[in-house]
């Protein structure tokens, strides 16, 4: 009986082990993604006002 629940709990150490390597993992891919992200959105902003300045007599049309 005791070795039994010896090798449960050393069975669910293992697991827990494995999900915290999992879950750091996935938190350094998020980070990375929400960097990636916030570069994206300068770009999309700094895109968005140069095609502004170069055409600023263009109005956009309803369908925009």
Known sequence: MLKELQERV??????F???NQMIDEL?????DC?????RLQKEN???Q???KSLSPEL???PDE
């Open 27 to 31: 938190n350094e891919v998020v980070t």
């Open 10 to 15: 050393t069975e669910l150490e293992i697991r």
């Open 49 to 51: 006002e140069m095609v």
């Open 17 to 19: 082990s494995h999900q």
């Open 45 to 47: 902003r700094l895109l």
């Open 34 to 38: 929400n960097l990636r992200i916030d």
């Open 59 to 61: 109005e956009e049309s």
